[in-house]
């Protein structure tokens, strides 16, 4: 996401839950990347632990599509089913982080954020979300939809939990003031609303209570894209604008600053992120680079190491395909999906085993 031109939302969502068969396991012959021919193309995707699949904007329309890893004939390929019109769709999708079996897709020009069964397509109803909504998330400890509005001038979170008898109710709104050029990364866990904008030039630290909510600390930084850690709120990944760098941003004991706690140059700049509970995925034009996330421990030496890289361009024989830019990336329990831009393309990547 260019943050110069769009504003957006993203929040860490926790990661598929181990134990069973992951949704998108492949034979072991299956290459380490796989070209899924799509019905159209798409962009910004999300993954759907309750559907497995791949939940994305279609690039030229107002739908959303539906797009399930599948085995035949000892070959990856991709079923895709498309919703019927839902005009007006905004930057991006956000799915249910507390199992439920949905995707919220805000809708600006109706002052609404749909609520999308993941399985039927469909709106099953619509939330009051603030004044034109355009990029949203999900804080699961609070069990609270963040919406940003489209000028980038507030954050409206709305309780997806409510009380027996009762409709979902807007419990906080908060002046953010980023302009039609930030981000908002909203927290995977904990009780208390937490949040990250991210500005043309600057990361912010949001969080307090329903209706409480309020900015702690901030620092300077021009981010190309940012997100979340899913063990770590506190923490928001970001890739330099214009150079190479990625860095960690934390917040310092006592949580009244901001700093970077760990720095790389990937050697091409960073256009899309992504994590799950132990990696964090950075996408360059031809790369995916693969990096721990040392949740638990930080970065004593202040800097990340990395996993994996992989030319994803270099498998893939299609000479459009090969040379399409990125839409987007998300991360199943054993595959990253990156989506093409132009063409009803995705890309399937094998994650480097634990």
């Not at 260019?2 to 949704?23: I, K, R, S």
């Not at 069964?117 to 939809?145: E, I, M, N």
């Not at 979902?168 to 990364?185: C, I, K, M, S, Y």
Request: overall charge negative.
């Amino acid at each position: 996401m260019d943050f110069g031109q769009a504003v957006a939302l993203t929040v860490a969502v926790a990661a598929p839950a181990t134990g069973c068969a992951a949704a998108d396991a492949v034979p072991d012959s299956t290459p380490q990347v796989a070209v899924l021919r799509l019905d159209t193309p798409v962009r910004e995707p999300v993954w759907s632990k309750e559907a497995h699949a791949v939940v994305a904007l279609a690039e030229d329309a107002s739908r959303i599509a539906r797009i399930t890893p599948k085995v035949m004939s000892g070959r990856l390929t991709a079923h895709t089913v498309l919703s019927g019109p839902l005009p007006g769709l905004g930057e991006n999708l956000a799915p249910s982080a507390t199992g439920g079996e949905v995707v919220y897709a805000p809708r600006p020009d109706a002052d609404q954020v749909a609520v999308v069964d993941v399985r039927t397509l469909r709106a099953k109803t619509f939330l009051r979300a603030g004044r034109a909504p355009s990029f949203v998330a999900v804080d699961s400890g609070a069990d609270v939809v963040l919406a940003l509005s489209a000028d980038g001038s507030t954050v409206t979170g709305v309780g997806v939990q409510p009380a027996p008898g009762e409709e979902p109710a807007v419990v906080t709104q908060t002046d953010v003031r980023l302009g039609p050029a930030g981000e908002v990364d909203g927290a995977a866990r904990g009780r208390l609303i937490e949040f990250h904008t991210v500005g043309p030039d600057r990361v912010s630290h949001y969080k307090g209570g329903a209706g409480e909510v309020e900015k702690t600390a901030d620092i300077a930084f021009r981010a190309e894209t940012a997100t979340g850690d899913l063990i770590k709120v506190s923490r928001l990944y970001a890739a330099e604008k214009g150079t190479d760098r990625l860095v960690a941003i934390d917040t310092a004991p006592g949580g009244e600053r901001l700093l970077m706690v760990a720095q790389s140059r990937l050697g091409a700049p960073v256009l899309r992120l992504a994590v799950d509970e132990d990696r964090l995925y950075a996408a360059t034009e031809d790369r995916l680079v693969v990096l721990e996330t040392n949740s638990y421990e930080g970065f004593p030496e202040g800097r990340f190491t990395v996993v994996k890289s992989v030319d994803f361009r270099a498998p893939v024989k299609d000479t459009e395909v090969r040379k399409a830019p990125l839409s987007g990336m998300t991360v199943g329990p054993e595959r990253v999906y990156l989506t093409m831009r132009g063409v009803p393309y995705a890309l399937s990547v094998a994650k480097p085993s634990l």
